[in-house]
């Protein structure tokens, strides 16, 4: 698995952006969002149980991410239509702020290494890349766990300091310093 310090692979890949369906669809590269910062966060299957309750956390979060300068793009190994019929009959999904990427061809979950052998889906797997690409986090659960969208963010404030931080350290608390 790509980790800390690596450069987040490049990728083209279509996107589930709405359920609309003159406008569902969209290409999306590594290169967009440009200076921005991107949290990527994937999942094993639609149509399951873990997974939507991730997605829409997330999705309930966008906003706080946004304020960060930071652009959510979650995905699977579902493709582009199984997104949108999600989202179409999912009643958390609906509305979902940021786009769904569709790596039908495992290519970008092969380039991260988040493959799992047993099951040929992508782990639950977050990656937080900085404006110039680089992974700066990278954190993976059991297929059956959940991940904590509110850690994430608590990992992105700290990333952005560019001090060192505690653990357990919040936004507008005291960051450490050498002596």
């Known amino acids: 698995m790509l980790g800390v310090g690596e450069k987040f692979p490049s990728y083209s890949l279509t996107a589930t952006v709405s359920t609309d369906p003159k406008t569902a669809f969209k290409t999306l590269t590594d290169l967009d969002y440009p200076d921005k910062w991107k949290v990527y966060f994937f999942w094993p299957k639609d149509f399951t149980f873990v997974c939507p309750t991730e997605i829409a956390a997330f ?3 966008n906003k706080q991410f ?9 995905g699977s190994i579902d493709s582009e239509f199984v997104h949108r019929a999600w ?11 940021f786009p769904m990427l569709a790596d039908i061809k495992r290519d970008l979950c092969g380039q991260l290494g988040i493959l799992d ?3 040929g889906v992508a782990q ?3 990656f937080i890349v900085d404006p110039e690409g680089m992974i700066r986090f990278a ?5 059956s766990v ?12 700290a990333l952005q300091t560019d001090e060192l931080c505690p653990c357990n350290w919040h936004k507008g608390e005291a960051t450490l310093t050498v002596a």
Not at 66 to 73: C, F, H, P, S, V
């Open 59 to 61: 999705g309930k979060m």
């Open 66 to 74: 946004q304020e960060r300068d930071a652009q959510i793009l979650g």
């Open 87 to 97: 989202r179409q009959h999912h009643e958390d999904l609906k509305d979902l702020p």
């Open 117 to 119: 052998a047993n099951a």
């Open 124 to 126: 639950r797997a977050t």
């Open 139 to 143: 954190y993976v659960t059991d297929l």
């Open 146 to 157: 959940g991940r904590n969208p509110e850690e994430v963010l608590r990992v992105l404030d």
